[in-house]
T-cell receptor
Framework: DAKTTQPNSMESNEEEPVHLPCNHS???????IHWYRQLPSQGPEYVIH???SNVNNRMASLAIAEDRKSSTLILHRATLRDAAVYYC??????????????FGRGTQLTVWP | SQTIHQWPATLVQPVGSPLSLECTVE??????LYWYRQAAGRGLQLLFY??????ISSEVPQNLSASRPQDRQFILSSKKLLLSDSGFYLC????????????FGQGTRLTVV
């Protein structure tokens, strides 16, 4: 399974932008970059995903490096409800792993009021 | 719309007792189904993966087994629980061969005493 590297923890103040980095230097051409987040005692929640181009949705933006070896999840204005563990995952729906999601340790985001 | 049901929410079982956790999905057909476990303070570990009825792939050797008796039903079982089986168990589903997100249930908190 493909590997990603994320910082263990990050902090932000409320209403400030947050940039969560992820390194995936061994990414293959068919791997999509997915982000999930998990609040305490809940199942993970999908945030966003992309392949090559930057992506935006109502929750966040995903900036993907030109060589695809790293990406950044951007929360434009952090709220207290954004405090969670954020997971960066590589997913290949047609490769040997058939789209299975392998979670790492993720980044614990703390948001201060 | 699609929904995923997982029960029970919490469970306390003695060592050596059997286990049966059930997960059902509504509103979709032929989904990929997953069982994950999260030990306290740890990341999510993929336990089992299923692409169809009766088709189960085990990711790690363990004291647990999984079955898929119906298209949208996924069951996690054990004949004799160990203390190390304690954790937060999550069921998830995704569309087959599509690069969409996975959807997680609310989880079962299992404590083996």
């Amino acid at each position: 399974d493909a590997k990603t590297t994320q910082p263990n923890s990050m902090e932000s103040n409320e209403e400030e932008p947050v940039h969560l980095p992820c390194n995936h230097s061994t990414i293959s051409g068919t791997d999509y970059i997915h982000w999930y987040r998990q609040l305490p005692s809940q199942g993970p929640e999908y945030v966003i995903h992309g392949l090559t181009s930057n992506v935006n949705n109502r929750m966040a933006s995903l900036a993907i490096a030109e060589d695809r070896k790293s990406s950044t999840l951007i929360l434009h204005r952090a709220t207290l409800r954004d405090a969670a563990v954020y997971y960066c995952i590589l997913r290949d729906p047609r490769g040997s792993t058939l789209g299975r999601l392998y979670f790492g340790r993720g980044t614990q985001l703390t948001v201060w009021p | 719309s699609q929904t995923i049901h997982q029960w029970p929410a919490t469970l306390v079982q003695p060592v050596g007792s059997p286990l049966s956790l059930e997960c059902t999905v509504e509103g979709t057909s032929n989904p990929n189904l997953y069982w994950y476990r999260q030990a306290a303070g740890r990341g999510l570990q993929l336990l089992f993966y299923s692409v169809g009825i009766g088709q189960i792939s085990s990711e790690v050797p363990q004291n647990l087994s999984a079955s898929r008796p119906q298209d949208r039903q996924f069951i996690l079982s054990s004949k004799k629980l160990l203390l190390s089986d304690s954790g937060f168990y999550l069921c998830a589903w995704s569309v087959q061969y599509g690069n969409t997100e996975a959807f997680f249930g609310q989880g079962t908190r299992l404590t083996v005493v």
